[in-house]
């Protein structure tokens, strides 16, 4: 018994050691000096590019604060909204910082951390339609950029509108405002500050927010890995002092402006 016995007990004992030297990817962040994060640049106030065609925005700055904790330089990684988590698992970048919904169904293949940010929705139409409310899109062609979450849920609405309504994706955000300002599309829903922002620059004439979409508050996280615990506690620390330093909070009036949400859902711990 004992020939076999030991063998075997050694090839445990190795596989714990190999296990225990294995690398999280907070140290392999850290290591290498850089921090890849995926962020959306067509999404305004949280992502974009000034005049120099520098990214800038929100979670520009948020990838920027999160290097900046870590002792690493950023590295900003252009990625459109259906790319962000398989430019994760691909492991073209490390994080997500890219104001990403936290669904339970996303939740299936990365890890989330608590929310960083969280969306009010808006219903911005073209002036020519008289859509007023998000109540007056029945029987409209509307759209949203495709697999987040406002589009998902403007969706299930249409198909429960029936005939006359059509809805239609699309890639970008600036794709959605551009069909819109064409008359391709007579009203989107997007977040307050997608649509605010894109009214006032003044690339797409002929459009306006005119309401509110009754769809939850949309809380969004960081994401890594679900398997990296490491590195998701310490991105979950890094959210928290965010709020506790007043970082947050001074963001929000660089690129938004007015009251600051609250991060938390009433009545749950996390």
């Given at each position: 018994?004992?020939?076999?016995?030991?063998?075997?007990?050694?090839?445990?004992?190795?596989?714990?050691?190999?296990?225990?030297?294995?690398?999280?990817?907070?140290?392999?962040?850290?290591?290498?000096?850089?921090?890849?994060?995926?962020?959306?640049?067509?999404?305004?106030?949280?992502?974009?590019?000034?005049?120099?065609?520098?990214?800038?925005?929100?979670?520009?700055?948020?990838?920027?604060?999160?290097?900046?904790?870590?002792?690493?330089?950023?590295?900003?990684?252009?990625?459109?909204?259906?790319?962000?988590?398989?430019?994760?698992?691909?492991?073209?970048?490390?994080?997500?910082?890219?104001?990403?919904?936290?669904?339970?169904?996303?939740?299936?293949?990365?890890?989330?951390?608590?929310?960083?940010?969280?969306?009010?929705?808006?219903?911005?139409?073209?002036?020519?339609?008289?859509?007023?409310?998000?109540?007056?899109?029945?029987?409209?062609?509307?759209?949203?950029?495709?697999?987040?979450?406002?589009?998902?849920?403007?969706?299930?609405?249409?198909?429960?509108?029936?005939?006359?309504?059509?809805?239609?994706?699309?890639?970008?955000?600036?794709?959605?405002?551009?069909?819109?300002?064409?008359?391709?599309?007579?009203?989107?829903?997007?977040?307050?500050?997608?649509?605010?922002?894109?009214v006032k620059s003044g690339n797409f004439e002929g459009i306006s927010v005119v309401g509110t979409a009754p769809f939850d508050i949309d809380y969004?996280?960081?994401?890594?890995?679900?398997?990296?615990?490491?590195?998701?506690?310490?991105?979950?620390?890094?959210?928290?002092?965010?709020?506790?330093?007043?970082?947050?909070?001074?963001?929000?009036?660089?690129?938004?402006?007015?009251?600051?949400p609250s991060l938390s859902v009433p009545g749950v711990y996390r």
């Amino acid at each position: 018994m004992n020939k076999f016995t030991l063998p075997a007990a050694l090839l445990a004992v190795t596989a714990v050691a190999g296990t225990a030297a294995q690398a999280d990817k907070l140290d392999d962040v850290i290591s290498s000096g850089k921090l890849r994060c995926a962020v959306v640049l067509d999404f305004p106030p949280m992502g974009m590019r000034d005049e120099n065609n520098e990214p800038i925005g929100f979670d520009v700055d948020y990838c920027n604060d999160l290097a900046a904790a870590l002792g690493v330089e950023a590295e900003i990684v252009e990625t459109p909204f259906p790319e962000r988590i398989p430019a994760l698992m691909s492991g073209r970048v490390d994080v997500g910082v890219a104001s990403t919904s936290d669904t339970l169904e996303r939740a299936k293949t990365v890890g989330f951390t608590v929310p960083y940010f969280a969306f009010e929705m808006a219903v911005t139409a073209n002036d020519e339609t008289g859509i007023d409310s998000f109540e007056a899109m029945k029987g409209h062609t509307v759209g949203a950029v495709a697999g987040t979450y406002e589009a998902i849920a403007l969706e299930e609405f249409v198909n429960e509108w029936g005939e006359g309504s059509t809805f239609r994706p699309y890639q970008t955000q600036a794709d959605v405002f551009l069909a819109l300002s064409q008359g391709q599309l007579d009203a989107t829903v997007s977040t307050s500050t997608v649509a605010q922002a894109n009214v006032k620059s003044g690339n797409f004439e002929g459009i306006s927010v005119v309401g509110t979409a009754p769809f939850d508050i949309d809380y969004v996280g960081l994401f890594a890995k679900r398997d990296e615990y490491g590195f998701l506690n310490y991105l979950d620390l890094f959210v928290n002092q965010q709020v506790r330093t007043g970082r947050y909070e001074e963001l929000y009036e660089k690129w938004i402006g007015g009251d600051v949400p609250s991060l938390s859902v009433p009545g749950v711990y996390r």
